[in-house]
């Protein structure tokens, strides 16, 4: 699935932590994209961009950069409904990989 298929959705971790809104808007407060937020700061532990946190280390389950796990974070529509898979996990499906999600942003 391509990044722009998934534009004003929400991401939610596997333990149900919000992490943000897909979206190019870089003034939003829920915004990925707001590079001092919550949820677009490469500092934040609510941060999918922080590679060292819970949310996006390559090692830890409930990040999308780890290639190998079983409960990435999941990219679902203003009422929750499941849309895809935000994950390296090729074995995922629907998914959108991380990496094309940054470029789509232009992090």
Known sequence: MKPNQVVEARIVADDGQFLGIISRNSVSSDSISNTVGSYGSTVSSTSIFNSVGN????VSSLSPFNSVSSS???I??????????????????P?????????????
């Open 76 to 93: 679902v529509d203003s009422n929750g409904n499941f849309i895809a898979y935000l994950t390296k996990n090729t074995i995922k499906t």
């Open 72 to 74: 990435p974070p999941k």
């Open 55 to 58: 949310y996006g280390s390559s």
């Open 95 to 107: 998914r959108v990989d991380p990496d094309d999600l940054k470029d789509f942003l232009g992090r």
